[in-house]
T-cell receptor, first 115, second 114 residues
Framework: DVKVTQSSRYLVKRTGEKVFLECVQD?????MFWYRQDPGLGLRLIYF???????EKGDIPEGYSVSREKKERFSLILESASTNQTSMYLC??????????????FGSGTRLTVV | AQSVTQPDIHITVSEGASLELRCNYS??????LFWYVQSPGQGLQLLLK??????LVQGIKGFEAEFKRSQSSFNLRKPSVHWSDAAEYFC????????????FGIGTKLQVIP
């Protein structure tokens, strides 16, 4: 089974700090995604990457950046954390579109609190 | 633009009762459709998906969903709910391809009462 690992389950950071959220997948998938999840808003796409060093903005990229230096690792960066970035962050990896196994595998999430 | 509507934010059912969670989508072509479940504090787990073929799809944990093109719906069903099914359920629509995004609904939170 594909495994997607997010390095931290819970994080507390101060306003203005630079925050790194790490995500690693072990199935050589090209496509990786970062979502944030908020009550009543569902999952909103922040950024995604379809290959190493490639990235695309999602629906809510403001205040975030990403890094994909290696295929297995996709990092989300909060350049200067703010309280409105307090949220659950979910990383996902997507298998290739051909075949019956197409779909997303999610990590367990990082609950970030900015104080 | 593609979209997903889950009209029920919160549903309560008794253990042993049947369950149907509604999902309506908007998409320009034949969609890829998914249902995910999220237990408290966890990531999302895939329950089932529809790409093509038989419109009734079987998933894990005894769930099934039926694709109805005429109604733009992909409702999730289970004949007998167990207490362990209490979770949040997300419907999603998208397409294949490296540049295609999947859009998630806002979720339906299921409460199971004894």
């Amino acid at each position: 089974d594909v495994k997607v690992t997010q390095s931290s389950r819970y994080l507390v950071k101060r306003t203005g700090e630079k925050v790194f959220l790490e995500c690693v997948q072990d199935m050589d998938h090209e496509n990786m995604f970062w979502y944030r999840q908020d009550p009543g808003l569902g999952l909103r796409l922040i950024y995604f990457s379809y290959d190493v060093k490639m990235k695309e903005k999602g629906d809510i990229p403001e205040g975030y950046s990403v890094s994909r230096e290696k295929k297995e690792r996709f990092s989300l960066i909060l350049e200067s954390a703010s309280t409105n970035q307090t949220s659950m962050y979910l990383c996902a990896s997507r298998s290739p579109p051909a075949g019956a196994n197409y779909g997303y595998t999610f990590g367990s999430g990082t609950r970030l609190t900015v104080v | 633009a593609q979209s997903v509507t889950q009209p029920d934010i919160h549903i309560t059912v008794s253990e042993g009762a049947s369950l149907e969670l509604r999902c309506n989508y908007s998409y320009g072509a034949t969609p890829y459709l998914f249902w995910y479940v999220q237990s408290p504090g966890q990531g999302l787990q895939l329950l089932l998906k529809y790409f093509s073929g038989d419109t009734l799809v079987q998933g894990i944990k005894g769930f099934e969903a039926e694709f109805k093109r005429s109604q733009s719906s992909f409702n999730l069903r289970k004949p007998s709910v167990h207490w362990s099914d209490a979770a949040e359920y997300f419907c999603a629509v998208g397409a294949s391809g490296g540049y295609q995004k999947v859009t998630f609904g806002i979720g339906t939170k299921l409460q199971v009462i004894p």
